[in-house]
């Protein structure tokens, strides 16, 4: 079997996303990478090191510039004809793909992955992860998106894949970048820090979670999170959001400060290696999923914690 990745990058970077994608990829056959961008032959250079991977399509044309999925999903549907399977990272862009090609394709798309049980069997959450689903495809092409967290990320040096040229499917006209605010920040990315510290609705105000959760997550080198209660209260900015509607993170600690544990943000954030819960409800779900719970007042215990590091 052959599986064609799809490769998430910056336009300099393969993005960690792709390499958990590579890991599920490599437990069906043979792997090929895409990289579709304008520009991208620095890219296309790196995923040839990827460990596993045997060859990468290099499209590069300015239709492909800002991932449209409306102008890259023509490009995978036609590279469909030599691959049995599409596999994506479950990321924003990602999940606006795999559709598409679906789609195109007439076939089911196999959503978040978490396991490869056979050529065409796989593990899925549902309800909000609190039941896991074997299924089983009888598609003659699979599209996958895949979970990070459920899979190792794959080597980035070691690879000796070859890089072949694909034609342009050309821009579709269908959509149009106009442009892109991009949150800058010198902390992690949620989704490849390995330690988070997340904020909930009990920090009471946008201030206080600034005075409180950021000094924490400095002295730690951590990134930032929040629940959905403290984004939808106006404390953060949405991209800070862990929960089956936000981020899915797996980190080596993750630090839940005021937050309860509601069942949408425990989705998000229960594969975390160590979790360190703070909270003065000792009956919170949080407690249930923590390896160390602290019961008391977040106002006194974070800063005293923030002072001894």
Do not use: C
């Not at 040229?165 to 050309?170: E, N």
């Not at 821009?171 to 490849?192: C, H, N, Q, V, Y």
């Not at 980190?251 to 229960?270: D, F, N, R, T």
Request: aromatic share 4%; proline share 3%.
């Amino acid at each position: 079997m052959k599986t064609l990745v799809w490769v998430e990058h910056d336009g300099a970077t393969v993005k960690d996303a792709t390499l958990s994608a590579v890991t599920a990829a490599s437990q069906l056959g043979e792997v090929h990478l895409l990289v579709a961008g304008q520009g991208v032959g620095g890219v296309a250079e790196s995923a040839t090191k990827i460990a596993g991977v045997a060859k990468v399509h290099v499209a590069d044309d300015a239709a492909f510039a800002h991932a449209l999925a409306e102008n890259i999903a023509p490009l995978v549907a036609d590279l469909m004809g030599h691959h049995d399977a599409f596999v994506v990272p479950s990321t924003s862009t990602g999940k606006n793909i795999a559709p598409r090609v679906a789609a195109l394709l007439d076939v089911m798309q196999i959503s978040d992955i978490l396991s490869v049980e056979g050529d065409n069997s796989f593990t899925r959450p549902i309800y909000a992860g609190n039941a896991i689903a074997t299924v089983k495809s009888s598609d003659a092409k699979l599209v996958l998106t895949v979970r990070g967290t459920a899979f190792a990320k794959a080597e980035t040096s070691g690879g000796s894949g070859t890089i072949e040229a694909v034609a342009s499917t050309g821009d579709k006209g269908t959509s149009t970048f106009i442009s892109s605010e991009i949150a800058k920040s010198e902390r992690p990315e949620l989704t490849s820090a390995k330690i988070i510290v997340s904020g909930g609705r009990a920090l009471q105000n946008s201030e206080n979670f600034h005075t409180i959760i950021e000094p924490l997550a400095d002295k730690l080198g951590a990134g930032v999170g929040a629940s959905r209660a403290a984004v939808d209260a106006g404390y953060v900015p949405n991209d800070y959001q862990v929960g089956q509607t936000g981020k899915i993170v797996a980190p080596e600690v993750y630090i839940a400060v005021g937050i309860s544990g509601a069942i949408q943000h425990l989705a998000g954030m229960k594969d975390s290696k160590t979790i360190i819960a703070i909270n003065k409800d000792e009956d919170a779900p949080i407690f249930q999923v923590a390896d160390i719970g602290l019961v008391g007042d977040l106002f006194k215990i974070v800063p005293e914690l923030t002072g001894k590091l």
